[in-house]
């Protein structure tokens, strides 16, 4: 029973983490349409943040949250409104957009991860914060609070997405950017706010990872892998098909990890092959 | 009102608009005719700042905006309704018309536009909560009608609003644009309803293979021997 327990906590934890992840990617190509495999490096990136300030003025990782949210949001609506804008508007077609930012982002990958490695090395770190466990239980305090931030990150992304005008210009432009522009929307600032926002999810998400998990400067790749699967299964442009399909993923993976860790990730491409055959476009896909 | 002035504007290196010019009067219902391809949708598209003309201008309330992106122009009055509706599909009724009223200004007043949009078609207020995909093709023409609507244009271009739908709905969708007209909004129809079209609207330009075929008052036309063989079928 306890370690029923555990498994559901930690893989609903673990489904929270990767559904952000992947609502941040499935923000950068479904609406942004900039396939971004450097994803990963901004969780990364989010964590060594966490780490550095941790270890060095003694930041509370929850702080940090904001702190990485916020910076990582900067380098996302930046990195957008120069280079992918810039790609979009000599690009003849979307086809040709997709292909032209997939090789930048590719640069960019290499570019965070060497930064990275001349910073902080290739050696394992770790933030050692609510290490312990609640009274009475396995379960380490730092998972508990991580996916409550989850929860709480989710709910709010998903009222930003319903209720406000931005939000609705998101799901808008998500739809047909075109049409979007004629309803006044400048498609060019959602683009930017959307890749600004899908790298601040993966940096919170790396923040949060860095409290529960030790890290590297090297651990960015599997989480784009990762997301990449989550986006696919969920439903091309589906943010919630996302949400839904990183917490099935989460899941999963806790409870393959149980029984034989060295499954996991071939248990990931086995429930992404069979999703696939029965719904080809995904769990949320039209 | 609106002036395009000598463009020449097409896909690539495909030219399908050549040396267009049309004027549309501040309080005129103008309307645009031609057969298929002729040009009439590249045309609103260079207008609303979609596509760019590659020479011409286009002045509208005494700007320029040949060189103005499409948010810059709803903004300044101009609205156009899309060919085929382009609604987002995946958004409720209430919030297609939101995103209508965009444009910071009708923003802040959408929902007394909202309910003047109602007033026009009652039909949209009772689905209000169902998404746009639910409608039927003539609820969601007037949806996508009611949604340009609500950025409160001056001028509103209306790409072929009776195209797929049935005869009854089709004199409808007309009666709602001329009762548009009378509460003062300009219109620029394109239509391949010459007969209805004529039958409503102050002037109309053909259109043939991207040129300007003919222009004038549509009693007028609707005299022509031309237009009367190539567009009534008489
Ligand atoms: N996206 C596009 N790419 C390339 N060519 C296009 C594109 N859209 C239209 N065309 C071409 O431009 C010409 C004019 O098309 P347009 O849509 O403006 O005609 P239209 O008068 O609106 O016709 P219809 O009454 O059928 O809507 C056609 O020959 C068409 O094939
Ligand atoms: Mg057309």
């Not at chain 1, 442009?237 to 989460?250: E, K, P, Q, T």
Request: glycine share 12%.
């Amino acid at each position: 029973m306890v370690a029923v327990r555990d498994i559901i906590i930690t893989g609903l934890l673990l489904g929270g983490v990767f559904a952000l992840v992947s609502v941040g990617l499935s923000l950068e190509y479904g609406v942004a349409r900039v396939l971004n495999v450097a994803h990963g490096e901004f969780i990364m990136l989010g964590a060594f943040l966490t780490f550095w300030l941790f270890s060095s003025v003694n930041l509370n990782p929850l702080v940090s949250i904001l702190v990485s949210g916020v910076f990582i949001f900067v380098i996302g609506w930046f990195l957008h409104s120069t280079l992918f804008r810039r790609l979009m508007d000599s690009s003849p077609s979307l086809e040709v957009f997709e292909g032209q930012s997939m090789l930048a982002s590719f640069g960019l990958l290499y570019v965070v991860q060497n930064i990275a490695r001349l910073i902080w090395g290739s050696q394992t770190h770790q933030v050692l914060f609510l290490s312990r466990t609640v009274t009475g239980a396995q379960i380490p305090l730092n998972r508990l609070v991580s996916l409550g931030v989850v929860i709480v990150i989710g709910g709010a992304f998903y009222f930003f997405l319903a209720r406000t005008r931005m939000g609705k210009a998101i799901r808008a432009s998500a739809q047909d950017p075109t049409t979007a522009g004629l309803m006044g929307v400048n498609i060019h600032t959602v683009l930017a706010i959307c890749f600004g926002l899908g790298l601040a999810m993966a940096g919170i998400a790396g923040t949060l990872i860095s409290t529960v998990y030790a890290i590297q400067t090297n651990m960015g790749l599997q989480y784009t892998v990762i997301a990449m699967i989550v986006v696919v299964l969920g439903g091309l442009g589906s943010i919630s098909g996302a949400m839904i399909g990183g917490v099935i993923l989460g899941i999963v993976s806790q409870l393959v990890t149980y029984f034989q860790p060295t499954m996991t990730f071939i248990a990931y491409y086995a429930i992404f092959i069979v999703l696939l055959l029965v719904r080809p476009k995904g769990i949320m896909g039209k | 009102m609106l002036e395009v002035n000598g463009i020449n504007a097409g896909y690539g290196r495909i030219q399908v608009l050549w040396d267009m010019s049309v004027n549309v009067g501040e309080g005129e219902f103008v309307a645009l005719v031609g057969a298929n391809g002729a040009g009439k949708t590249t045309l609103l598209k260079t207008i609303s700042g979609v596509m760019r003309p590659t020479s011409g201008s286009i002045t509208f309330l005494g700007k320029r905006i040949e060189h103005a992106n499409p948010n810059q122009i709803v903004n300044m009055g101009l609205s156009h309704i899309p060919e085929s509706r382009r609604l987002f599909t995946d958004m409720s009724i209430r919030e297609n018309l939101e995103m209508g009223a965009y444009p910071g200004r009708s923003w802040k007043i959408r929902r007394a536009t909202m309910k003047w949009v109602f007033g026009l078609f009652p039909r949209l207020e009772e689905r209000a909560g169902q998404l746009a995909r639910t409608l039927s093709g003539g609820e969601q023409q007037m949806l996508a009608m009611g949604r340009g609507l609500m950025s409160r244009p001056k001028l509103v271009m209306v790409d072929e609003p009776s195209n797929g739908l049935a005869p009854l709905v089709v004199t409808e969708v007309f009666q709602i644009l001329k009762s548009l007209h009378n509460e003062g909004i300009t219109i620029l129809l394109v239509e391949q309803n010459v007969r209805q079209t004529l039958a409503v609207a102050d002037r109309a330009y053909v259109i043939e293979n991207g040129h300007l075929a003919l222009e004038g008052a549509c009693r007028m036309l609707a005299a022509s021997d031309h237009v009367r063989k190539a567009y009534l079928g008489l």
